[in-house]
């Protein structure tokens, strides 16, 4: 009897080896399978192995976190070591406004919690709510009104909505949210003694871990169930205090759109306001609101990918922030809209600064992260860190690609030019956002230069140049010094033109002003400042010595200057270079963006291919070092 290898799983494989096994038995040596009823038989078995196997393969596979494809599997194992994923986060916007009332005996008025406005994004409306009730002063306007001022309130995108349990002590009473779609952050706990107690209750913290938790402890514990909802646990009288029968859970909520309600930044009120006594009914043509912040930060709820990859890190960070991958996967846990994170401790610093540690945080939308947001991240690593380490959150620092690309073209096989180069277009799109936007990340010009090639079969070839740049956020109006750190080797040519910024204004001049460099024999070069002579077509220079180049280490410092203002907008200067290698790398710390929509894409024709040239005269070719003019454009 042959030996069978039951590690196949395909339908037709079963089916022969069922066929071997019988074969194998001497009455069955010679018999027709496929020409005898008995062929159904054997389909029937193969069906019931195949149905079989593939369950009990699932099931094994379901029992492991990297492995799983059912979500309220994944979620059970990662809970099984202390992470919750998580949950919906809902825009938030931050606005003021005023209302005036009617004279009153309160010297406070409160903004009920529930819906406060709405806006509109994307061409939708939007309701903006607030988890918590907001009080206010009334000050005294005239004889017959008052004003309440509510400034810079936080209000969510979503629904406010509130559901209470009694505690019955069952053992198997569960406290379930019954809706999905929930930012765990706006969920509100408190806790009546009865129901006839007619207080707000206590309120319960939500807890992480169950460190530093005493049997008094008015903490609760959040954990994602079945169908994306949430369950709340409570103590048990030795980790959190325990509740008694009778008592009374109030919660409250905001089930969200997550990031569908990013953008919104116009609002029209729609809130309810108390008194100390009742509702009163302003007239909301009366309130006019005005928008501080616009709303961002909103995402969807954790995916089973993302689960995968921060369980097993936060696990091994023990809930404290010492190595670069910790802080990773806490700021990942803490600020959602993380697209990616770069850590860099101080004693790598040149100088070093000991104690310090720098983070450059990539959010989702955008390329900088609110001052808001950057505070509230500070306040919650604070719960992580070791003592004695200062967290600073620096300014996004991005090293942009770009490249000028002349791509060849059989006119033969092609109808529409212009569909063919969008097409490339869209395809370096895909390219950017799946293989290379990143801290750390890496330009891998071979592979760039075959997704060309390979976007249609009339594309012969393509010649492709690489420019890397900075972007210098000048400081207007004052004298300041600028370092940029391109962490890539440049190419030189010695006749220059190796280092072109965008222009600039100087202050007490009317010029429009460059930044370019003259190389010396050292691998080191000098920063100019030039302006151009409009009716000779020559450059002037201004400032022959504004700073030096280091070629090998791809750093410019620019001496002292005092810009007035620049011809981009945002006050920003463009500065590229040509890299030495055409694979280019972004450090540590530096977020690698490969910028499609600023780089260039010739359509060439190709004679020779299409038949148009046999000889080859006149046919042009381009060279990927090629400097061009002074200037960027």
Request: proline content about 2%; aromatic content about 10%; glycine content about 6%.
């Amino acid at each position: 009897m042959p030996f069978t290898k039951y590690t196949n799983l395909d339908f037709d494989q079963i089916k022969v080896s069922i066929k071997d096994y019988l074969r194998a038995n001497t009455e069955f040596s010679d018999f027709d399978f496929e020409g005898s009823n008995f062929s159904v038989l054997i389909d029937t078995l193969a069906y019931n192995t195949y149905i079989t196997a593939f369950n009990a393969n699932m099931t094994v596979n379901e029992s492991f976190l990297d492995s799983a494809t059912l979500r309220e599997n994944v979620v059970s194992l990662a809970r099984n070591i202390g992470y919750v994923p998580r949950s919906r986060a809902a825009a938030q916007a931050t606005i003021s406004f005023d209302v005036e009332i009617g004279d009153m005996q309160t010297s406070t008025l409160d903004l009920e919690a529930g819906l406060v406005c709405v806006g509109n994004a994307n061409e939708t409306n939007y309701v903006f709510s607030t988890p918590e009730r907001i009080v206010t002063t009334l000050t005294k306007i005239n004889d017959t009104t008052r004003r309440a001022s509510f400034k810079d309130i936080t209000v969510y995108q979503g629904t406010f909505l509130q559901k209470s349990f009694e505690v019955n002590g069952s053992l198997d009473q569960r406290f379930i949210l019954d809706n999905s779609f929930i930012d765990s952050s706006t969920i509100v706990v408190r806790v009546r003694d009865s129901a006839n107690d007619t207080s707000e209750g206590r309120e319960y913290q939500v807890a992480d871990n169950i460190l530093n938790v005493d049997k008094e402890s008015e903490i609760y514990l959040l954990q994602e169930v079945q169908d994306e909802k949430y369950e709340l646990l409570f103590g048990d009288g030795y980790f959190g205090k325990k509740l008694k029968n009778g008592n009374v859970i109030d919660v409250s909520y905001i089930i969200t759109d997550g990031k569908e309600g990013n953008g919104a930044s116009k609002f029209v009120f729609s809130g309810r306001f108390r008194d100390d006594k009742r509702l009163i009914e302003p007239p909301t043509n009366s309130i006019v609101v005005h928008t501080s912040q616009n709303a961002a930060n909103g995402s969807d709820i954790e995916s089973i990918d993302s689960i995968k990859y921060f369980a097993p890190r936060i696990y091994s960070s023990q809930y404290r922030a010492v190595t670069s991958r910790d802080y990773e996967a806490i700021i990942q846990s803490i600020y959602p809209n993380t697209e990616s994170v770069a850590v860099v401790g101080g004693e790598e610093l040149d100088p070093p600064e000991f104690g310090n540690v720098l983070i450059s945080i990539k959010p989702k939308n955008g390329d900088y992260i609110s001052d808001f947001d950057r505070q509230n991240i500070l306040a919650k690593l604070k719960n992580y860190s070791l003592s004695g380490i200062n967290q600073k959150i620096i300014d996004l620092k991005v090293l942009f690609v770009e490249i000028d690309s002349a791509v060849y073209y059989n006119t033969a096989q092609v109808t529409n030019v212009n569909d063919l180069k969008t097409r490339v277009t869209d395809t370096l799109n895909t390219f950017r956002t799946s293989n290379i936007n990143k801290f750390g990340g890496r330009f891998k010009y071979s592979k760039m230069c075959q997704i060309i090639d390979n976007v249609d079969t009339s594309i012969t070839s393509n010649i492709t140049r690489v420019i890397i740049r900075r972007n210098l956020k000048a400081l207007v109006n004052r004298d300041t010094q600028y370092e940029l750190c391109f962490g890539n080797k440049f190419h030189v040519n010695k006749d220059g033109f190796n280092i072109k910024s965008t222009g600039f204004y100087i202050t007490g001049k009317t010029d429009t002003y460059f930044f370019t460099d003259v190389p010396r024999d050292d691998h080191t070069g000098v920063i100019s400042v030039v302006r151009e002579n409009q009716n000779e077509g020559k450059y002037i220079v201004e400032v022959k010595s504004a700073g030096t180049v280091d070629y090998d280490k791809g750093e410019i410092l620019i001496n002292t200057i005092n810009i007035s203002g620049t011809s981009k907008i945002n006050n920003i200067i463009e500065i590229q270079a040509i890299p030495e290698s055409n694979d280019v790398i972004g450090l540590s710390d530096l977020y690698l963006d490969f910028s499609v929509s600023d780089s260039t894409i010739n359509m060439v024709k190709d004679t020779i291919t299409s038949g148009e040239q046999i000889s080859g005269i006149g046919y042009k070719t381009t060279s990927s070092y090629l400097n061009g003019e002074l200037k960027r454009i």
